[in-house]
């Protein structure tokens, strides 16, 4: 599995824009799937475009909530790729999505790739089983870090978890993880850092994770 952050609050790559928001390409089984879209359209295709990530490639759309930091270059991406477009219910997606699949309980995506489904209302994280366990990709953790875990262990013993983690700081749950990526909202990326060095990746957009 190879994961390509192409939008977040910092730069891991000089050449690419941070900006608020998140986005990464996860290539997994075949398939390029994009989850989330960042804030704005013309960085997120500008930081695809310098990483020589094809829009034109993506299989698939994986929407985890509709904030527009998530959300925001999703009009831009339409006007190219069309794929399936898997969304929380309750989020309207723009009148140019073709193939929109809106995702309640947890689901199947494709191979080893699912949905946790919408938890707390508000926000679904996506798990890929790998040969080393699942791995969860999370775009805010609005419904709390252990809650996603918990509807993720459904697929086995998580090995990683990255994305956004708003202000978490129940460090104990990430003690049996092997891999951690704190990105975008996450409020105690420093404190996560000096618990956990060994775990810890760096994030920020053309950061490069092969697991």
């Given at each position: ?25 996860i ?10 879209t ?68 947890s ?15 508000i ?17 805010c953790s ?22 956004g ?14 891999v951690v ?31």
């Amino acid at each position: 599995m190879k994961i390509t952050i192409i939008y977040d609050n910092t730069a891991a790559v000089e050449e690419l824009t941070a900006d608020w928001g998140f986005a990464c390409l996860i290539e997994f089984g075949g398939k390029n799937i994009l989850f989330d879209t960042g804030a704005r359209g013309d960085i997120l295709l500008g930081n695809m475009e310098k990483l020589k990530n094809s829009p034109e490639n993506i299989d698939l759309i994986f929407i985890s909530h509709a904030h527009w930091d998530h959300t925001g270059g999703l009009s831009d991406i339409l006007k190219i790729n069309n794929p399936k477009l898997y969304i929380p219910k309750g989020y309207d997606p723009p009148e140019a999505a073709k193939n929109v699949i809106k995702v309640t309980g947890s689901v199947r995506i494709a191979e080893n790739i699912y949905s946790t489904g919408v938890l707390e209302n508000i926000e679904q994280s996506l798990i890929v089983k790998t040969a080393e366990g699942p791995m969860i990709i999370a775009g805010c953790s609005h419904p709390g870090v252990g809650n996603i875990l918990k509807a993720a262990s459904q697929f086995g013993k998580c090995f990683a978890l990255l994305g956004g983690f708003h202000g978490f700081d129940d460090y104990k749950l990430l003690e049996e993880l092997t891999v951690v990526c704190p990105t975008h909202c996450t409020q105690h990326i420093d404190e996560i850092k000096e618990k956990y060095p060994k775990k810890y990746i760096e994030g920020g957009a053309g950061k490069v994770i092969e697991l």
